[in-house]
């Protein structure tokens, strides 16, 4: 039975790529996924598999419940798109916009509904029950995978696994680790309240660029020189917007970014030192500030016996070239939440184009879509595992 399943998927790969193409031509924001449920959900209704929408927002659950006793396991994929113009110069190419698959979610969301139609053809063979989650938002906190959990559509769920398509990992290797993963993601922003004037008379100001330039200095110090080198954490600033025009000195400033951690206590520092160098950087100017910090996801927790199963499982994937255990990643991820509740793993599928690596978010973004195959293998055998 499950050579036959793998010897399906490698027959169906050109379905695959047609698949994740229309969805890589059709992206959606978050929150915003309408037609990317409603193309999943009729997905399932042609596989006959049981389903249900609008979980927790956009979410599809579908389940797949086998005609033996066993283990309730849960894999899950995203769905959501970037705000992002696809600049790439293929025939998928996104359709919309600004809007783009940049991270690889339509990657994801075609493995799982492979995985899924291939299962169903031996559903009366199969222990247990197989649970697919489809979540929206992952991209935007607060995310889809926490209004998702806290329906309890997942209460019953005995183990938890999600793979990521990984460009900075070369195709035929897959990564994950037996504790931290990745780490928890938040953001904040600072607005200052300078006193403007003109370009011609800065003595009778309060200029917010200068003040905003030089708390981007003094925030930078955070992690160079208060916070234990072995300690792993990053402050970034992502934007700073001031002025209006070349000869009039800013009034107000704002800078955003973000903080990654994967300890509380740490992250709880951090803030505590962000809040001390903002006020004397803006007290030390006469400026006033407003400072917002929203704890974003928390890190992504592995499991040390389910982590150490995703590697099994990958290495009786015949494209795996490797399976390796590595140290965490500062990327964040929503399928925190569901560690928390459940035991499980989440790994890296290397989704690397040879000769041709972009960065996720990045406007060129694109995957080997080969590594979907190998996504799609690694979670059969995962539940073969548990036969």
């Not at 047609?18 to 996924?33: D, G, T, V, W």
């Not at 660029?209 to 072995?230: A, E, F, H, K």
Request: aromatic content about 8%; glycine content about 8%.
């Amino acid at each position: 039975m499950w050579t036959e399943i793998i010897n399906k998927i490698d027959h169906h790969y050109d379905d695959m790529v047609k698949m994740r193409r229309f969805l890589h031509r059709n992206p959606e924001l978050s929150f915003q996924e309408e037609n990317t449920a409603k193309f999943i959900a009729n997905t399932y209704e042609k596989l006959g598999i049981p389903f249900q929408t609008k979980v927790g927002g956009n979410g599809v659950i579908a389940r797949l419940v086998g005609g033996k006793p066993g283990k309730t396991i849960a894999l899950r994929a995203d769905f959501d798109a970037l705000p992002i113009q696809d600049e790439k110069k293929v025939s998928y190419k996104s359709n919309v916009p600004g809007v783009m698959h940049a991270c690889g979610h339509d990657g994801h969301t075609t493995t799982l509904l492979t995985v899924a139609e291939h299962l169903k053809d031996y559903q009366e063979k199969l222990a247990g029950t197989i649970v697919f989650i489809h979540q929206h938002a992952e991209e935007l906190a607060p995310g889809g995978a926490k209004p998702i959990i806290d329906t309890g559509i997942l209460d019953d769920v005995d183990l938890m696994f999600g793979t990521h398509l990984w460009t900075n990992t070369p195709y035929g290797i897959v990564q994950t680790a037996p504790k931290e993963f990745m780490a928890g993601a938040d953001r904040f922003s600072v607005t200052i309240q300078g006193k403007g004037g003109h370009g011609a008379m800065p003595h009778q100001t309060k200029d917010a660029i200068v003040i905003g330039s030089q708390l981007v200095t003094n925030l930078q110090q955070i992690i160079s020189r208060r916070i234990d080198p072995l300690q792993t954490a990053v402050l970034t600033i992502g934007t700073f917007h001031a002025g209006n025009t070349y000869n009039i000195i800013a009034d107000t400033a704002t800078i955003t970014g973000t903080v990654r951690t994967f300890d509380k206590d740490l992250q709880t520092k951090i803030i505590n030192e962000m809040e001390t160098i903002i006020a004397g950087t803006c007290q030390s100017y006469g400026a006033t500030y407003s400072f917002e910090y929203d704890k974003g996801y928390p890190p992504v927790v592995n499991h040390p016996t389910e982590a150490n199963i995703v590697i099994e499982a990958a290495n009786q994937v015949e494209e795996v070239t490797k399976a390796e255990l590595v140290e965490p990643s500062m990327t964040g991820e929503d399928f925190a939440y569901y560690l928390i509740e459940k035991p499980g793993a989440f790994f890296f599928t290397g989704a690397q184009k040879e000769n041709d690596f972009q960065p996720h978010h990045h406007p060129k973004f694109d995957i080997d879509e080969r590594a979907m195959v190998i996504a799609a293998k690694t979670f059969i055998e995962l539940i073969k595992k548990y036969q």
